[in-house]
């Protein structure tokens, strides 16, 4: 009787644990991934960002939400605030800590925001997220908003794929300054290295094939004996001072002065802030 009894609590909980798996997921699905209030995309554009967007969330078992929104006004709100707020007030996310990132765009100010939430705010670090606004913002200024959109979910794909396969978050103290070729082939550097060490060994053997072809080729110390005897005769010299060079290179003194927003912006992590709600958001954002 008792195990009968736990058997059925142990069913209960797993059927309960699935309804909860399955209407998170469909929350999340059921709200789009393009939201184009300030109509600047047309239709076939934002069908297509919508598909895309939607393949890079099922690639990673939809654990990282990836949004865009726009409008025309945000109702006096920071845009900030108003892409903290809409993401609070939305059915985006994914997991338990409703994983996410949004991109929020008011073509009325011309200003835009990227805000992370859960677990998003260590993937997206503050360094990863200035790559990303290096790769969409001069689409996004030139008004090409498609490819602007395009280039920040294929920009946080590879932010997301460069988490799973190295555990960690794209940062400063990560790799180089060279984000594209780190975040688009770090699985390749081996492949080139092993590439580079084939080669030399080739090319090693070739010139000592090369060298044993050359055995009656003696090593000439002078020029001597390419001279014809007799056939050169010096009749008069004197040494001539022509010019002299002086090289100056100016002493650096050090400055006090402080470094730019841009590498306290890239110092390392990610910046938080609470929203209206409470709730812990990453993100940056600025002007178009």
Request: charged share 20%.
């Amino acid at each position: 009787m008792f195990v009968k009894l736990l058997k059925n609590i142990l069913t209960l909980m797993i059927a309960l644990s699935a309804v909860f798996v399955m209407t998170v997921t469909a929350s999340a699905e059921a709200a789009d991934k393009v939201v184009d209030n300030a109509n600047i995309l047309t239709d076939s554009e934002e069908s297509g960002l919508e598909k895309d967007i939607s393949e890079i969330i099922e690639k990673y078992g939809s654990k990282y939400d990836i949004t865009v929104v726009t409008t025309y006004g945000t109702g006096g709100k920071s845009i900030e605030a108003f892409a903290d707020d809409l993401y609070d007030n939305s059915d985006y996310g994914y997991g338990p800590e409703h994983s996410g990132v949004i991109l929020a765009v008011d073509m009325q100010s011309r200003s835009y925001y990227i805000s992370t939430y859960g677990k998003c705010i260590t993937v997206f670090t503050d360094h990863g997220i200035g790559y990303m606004e290096d790769e969409f913002l001069s689409y996004l200024s030139d008004g090409d908003y498609a490819e602007a959109f395009r280039k920040y979910a294929d920009s946080a794909e590879m932010l997301i794929e460069y988490y799973e396969s190295n555990g960690e978050a794209y940062d400063v103290s990560t790799y180089s300054q060279d984000v594209s070729v780190n975040l688009k082939r770090p699985r390749y550097a081996f492949y080139f290295l092993c590439a580079l060490i084939f080669g030399c060994i080739i090319a090693f053997a070739v010139c000592m094939g090369l060298k044993g072809q050359l055995k009656s080729v003696n090593v000439q110390t002078n020029a001597s004996n390419y001279v014809r005897q007799g056939s050169f005769h010096v009749t008069n010299s004197r040494d001539t001072f022509l010019y002299r060079t002086v090289s100056k290179v100016k002493r650096e003194t050090s400055s006090s002065s402080g470094g730019s927003s841009s590498s306290s912006r890239h110092s390392g992590g990610s910046t938080t802030h609470r929203s209206s709600s409470g709730r812990t958001h990453g993100g940056h954002g600025g002007r178009f």
